[in-house]
């Protein structure tokens, strides 16, 4: 198997419409690629895939290895790039060593999974039977994970191609939940004399909610909030607030019209917020962008005090690391993003996301219980959705063993044993199949989740080699 061949399928598959829930394309894909091969392929009721390539004479009693990865991508764009990810190729240059994406994601995350599997069956090396599992919907709630039947695999040893770390072994990962909250409000006319602004902050890196989370970078939806919070008393009503995007990705970007007392004084003091924030966030985020604007007003705006509880509440959410693992030095244990608010002009219900993470489940569910408290005291109808657990490290991995023995053989260096604060499907994985024997590793991937996503290509060769290695050596 090699990485040019890897990277070539990769390439298809970014020609493939794969957002979250409308894997139909991919599925069809997939499935058509097993048929032109005659290799055994099943999917499920739900899409999952599975593609089989029997084993290599001789290999009849070498144990069945089950490589993973998942069909959907995260789908996000800049403001203002015209794209459809239901219809449109991916957009990518390849430029100093690195596949990019510049205004949209990249769906390396897990499309460099997929065409890691589909180079392997395609490869005539002689190996055990291997079993290539490709789940939906990872991105937004893990539903094919969650929908897998007893049986759909055989193999009792899997290993997960959803890192994005070259170097690093993943055994054990963060479970995590979404809190969706809801507020009804009523709409009427605007304060008298009220003027009409549109203020909007942009630019921020965003990135993965739980692999970037201890970054500090700058949460476009929290900075909002911060400023809003203090021009309440300049009578403000909101009329639109929309900022960020997936409950998995920090968000980048937040717009907000609103009516203000004294349009000057929310302009000016709009510019003084801008240089402060712009100072706190010049290392994590240096292309940071503040605009405020007077505009026409659209509609009628959220009343008075529906405007402050809800302003209040976004800005006491909490959002970012809660807890660090009091076991593995560095390791983010908790923590919570504050993924998204929707407030349509033309619409009575304003919703938010969050997401929230953690090594610890009771921890997880104390820190989504705290973000609940806090929009229920505000009058929001809360939901606590899509939970998945986490995944406890097996440090005596037959797996682990092999893989670590194969990179020092290949690089002659010790990679690193990690457990890794995103989610991965290995939890649901074991609570569905006990004592399947795992690991996830993969090439390294920068910035998922947002704009300009990237694969490091020199990383692609060694993820591509290592996984060839384990393979090839299975017994």
């Not at 290509?457 to 080699?465: E, G, I, P, R």
């Amino acid at each position: 198997m090699r990485s040019e061949q890897v990277l070539d399928i990769f390439k298809e598959i970014t020609r493939i419409p794969r957002e979250s829930g409308h894997e139909e394309p991919i599925t069809r894909w997939l499935c058509q690629w097993a048929e032109d091969r005659n290799l055994p392929c099943k999917k499920d009721s739900i899409g999952n895939v599975l593609i089989t390539r029997p084993a290599a004479p001789g290999k009849e009693g070498v144990r069945t290895i089950v490589l993973q990865a998942h069909q959907d991508m995260v789908c996000e764009k800049n403001a203002g790039f015209k794209h459809d990810f239901r219809k449109d190729p991916i957009p990518y240059v390849i430029e100093d060593g690195w596949m990019v994406a510049k205004d949209t994601t990249l769906g390396a995350d897990d499309g460099i999974g997929i065409a890691a599997c589909l180079a392997l069956l395609e490869d005539d090396a002689p190996t055990g039977k291997i079993e290539c599992l490709f789940t939906i919907s990872e991105e937004t709630g893990m539903d094919g994970a969650e929908a897998l039947e007893s049986g759909f695999f055989d193999g009792k040893t899997l290993i997960n191609l959803d890192s994005e770390d070259e170097g690093q072994l993943f055994i054990g990962c963060a479970g995590g939940l979404n809190t969706n909250i809801r507020f009804q409000v009523r709409r009427g006319a605007p304060e008298s004399r009220s003027k009409t602004m549109r203020c909007t902050i942009s630019g921020g890196i965003g990135g993965h909610s739980g692999d970037d989370i201890n970054k500090e970078r700058a949460n476009a939806v929290q900075l909002m909030a911060r400023f809003l919070y203090d021009q309440i008393g300049n009578s403000l009503q909101v009329y639109s607030l929309d900022g960020g995007g997936k409950p998995n990705a920090i968000a980048r970007e937040c717009t907000a019209v609103v009516g203000v007392a004294d349009a000057a004084a929310f302009k000016s003091e709009f510019e003084s917020f801008a240089a402060d924030v712009k100072e706190e966030f010049h290392s994590t985020d240096p292309g940071l962008c503040f605009q405020a604007e007077p505009v026409r007003a659209k509609g009628n705006p959220i009343s008075l005090n529906a405007s402050k509880r809800i302003i209040t509440a976004l800005f006491t959410s909490p959002h970012g690391v809660q807890a660090m693992s009091q076991d593995i030095p560095g390791l983010v244990q908790t923590s919570t993003n504050l993924a998204s608010v929707k407030a349509k002009v033309d619409s009575n219900i304003v919703e938010i996301v969050t997401s929230q993470r953690s090594s610890a489940k009771s921890e997880r569910r104390a820190i989504a219980a705290k973000v609940r408290a806090n929009f229920e005291a505000a009058g929001a109808r809360v939901r606590h959705m899509y939970e998945y657990p986490g995944w406890n490290p097996n440090v005596n991995s037959d797996v682990l063993a092999r893989t670590v023995e194969a990179y020092r053989t290949l690089f002659g260096t010790e990679p690193e044993v990690k457990a890794i604060h995103a989610g991965l499907e290995c939890g649901l994985f074991l609570e569905k199949f006990p004592g399947l024997d795992m690991i996830s590793f993969g090439p390294t991937l920068r910035g998922v989740h947002a704009p300009g996503e990237r694969l490091e290509l020199a990383s692609l060769d060694k993820f591509v080699a290592l996984l060839d290695e384990v393979v090839r050596k299975f017994e």
